[in-house]
């Protein structure tokens, strides 16, 4: 089945590391994404990871795939307020069709 | 790179009238997606296109919508009969064909039917 889930909410403060976990079923999906939505706007590309990879760093975010557990996360370094949005997890199908989570709200307190 | 474009960004609508939204995609994409996303969930997909080619429709996808991308660049999504439950975030997003290129999004045609 095609079943992607998400915490609904992560409040951190600012400086600190947050870390947005995702769980999916299906063991054939070829990629993993993170997309990042702001109020009112659509669905900004943060990073992705193919399923043979274990681990993505892009400055500072780092991505950790666990294929055997079908567990997925995001980690923000350093959270800043404008790190304040919905992170949505996302998994492939074929021909890219991508199924997503409900999104993590992430909150940043100062 | 201008990204994915969407027009209009809102529309309110009454119930019963038809409405039509646009998307122009990056430029040399040729792989063209519409996605729904109603309040508090992740969007969900609607259809997709390659090239001019409709090669895949959701069952969420009712008689009532209709998908086009007659020259293989800018497409429309036409709702018949409008809904109260049509009311939601429609986006847009594009890309090439082959599994390693992402999908990029434009920020969407909110929909709001009373």
């Known amino acids: 089945g095609e079943d992607v889930e998400q915490s609904l909410f992560l409040s951190v403060r600012e400086g600190d590391s947050s870390v947005i976990n995702c769980t999916y079923t299906?063991?054939?999906?070829?990629?993993l994404y993170w997309y990042k939505q702001e109020p009112g706007a659509g669905l900004q590309l943060l990073t992705y990871?193919?399923?043979?990879?274990d681990m993505k760093q892009d400055q500072r975010l780092t991505v950790l795939l666990n294929k055997k557990d079908k567990h997925l996360s995001l980690r923000i370094a350093d959270t800043q307020t404008g790190d304040s949005a919905i992170y949505f997890c996302?998994?492939?199908?074929?021909?890219?069709?991508?199924?997503f989570g409900q999104g993590t709200r992430l909150t940043i307190n100062p | 790179d201008t990204g994915v474009s969407q027009n209009p960004r809102h529309k309110i609508t009454k119930r019963g009238q038809n409405v039509t939204f646009r998307c122009d995609p990056i430029?040399?994409?040729?792989?063209l997606y519409w996605y729904r996303q109603t309040l508090g969930q992740g969007p969900e997909f609607l259809t997709y296109?390659?090239?001019?080619?409709?090669?895949?429709k959701s069952r969420l996808l009712s008689d009532r919508f209709s998908a086009e991308r007659p020259k293989g660049s800018f497409s429309t999504l036409e709702i018949q009969r409008t809904e109260q439950g049509d009311s939601a975030m429609y986006l847009c997003?594009?890309?090439?064909?082959?599994?390693?290129?992402?999908?990029?999004f434009g920020n969407g045609t909110r929909l709001t039917v009373t």
């Open positions: 997003a594009s890309s090439l064909s082959g599994d390693n290129s992402p999908l990029h």
């Open positions: 299906d063991s054939s999906s070829t990629y």
């Open positions: 990871i193919f399923s043979n990879m």
């Open positions: 996302a998994e492939s199908k074929r021909a890219q069709k991508l199924v």
């Open positions: 430029s040399e994409h040729n792989r």
């Open positions: 296109f390659q090239n001019e080619a409709q090669l895949e």
